[in-house]
């Protein structure tokens, strides 16, 4: 009884983190060129975070924006989602080709990697939202 108890407790932790862990936006691994074809695949526009480690406002949106079950929901559903550390890897490269000045920069690119639209800093869930379904319009018309 002991042992059913105590595994039953484990399974449910489990699920729990599980549960928590997946609530919020999901960033894929990859090159920038593997990405667009996921992209591509998922009928998708690709959403790409530039950020930089030491930037205050990417911080923000990493720890307490982009975790968000509604932010989650809308970006996970909408783009194929990545993140690239401008100042490392092939993050620098993404930085210097679209012309990244400033951090965050949170670019959508379509399937042949032509940015189709860009925001630029943080924002509450709510307006970031806002500002990306704002320019997800734009594209569309």
């Known amino acids: 009884m002991k042992k059913w108890m105590t595994a039953a407790l484990l399974v449910l932790f489990a699920a729990t983190a599980f549960a928590q862990k997946n609530q919020g936006t999901v960033f894929e691994k990859g090159t920038l060129k593997e990405l667009l074809a996921l992209a591509d695949e998922q009928d998708k ?58 951090y965050p920069t949170f670019l959508i690119l379509d399937s042949d990697g032509e940015e189709v639209g860009r925001i630029v800093g943080g924002a509450d869930a709510d307006r970031f939202i806002e500002e990306v379904r704002k320019v997800l319009e734009n594209i569309e018309r």
């Open 45 to 102: 526009y690709l959403f790409v975070d530039v950020y930089a480690t030491w930037c205050g406002p990417c911080q923000i949106m990493a720890k307490q924006i982009f975790p968000q079950q509604k932010v989650g929901e809308f970006f996970n559903k909408t783009f194929v989602n990545a993140k690239f550390d401008a100042e490392k890897g092939e993050g620098v490269d993404v930085a210097k080709r679209y012309s990244v000045k400033a």
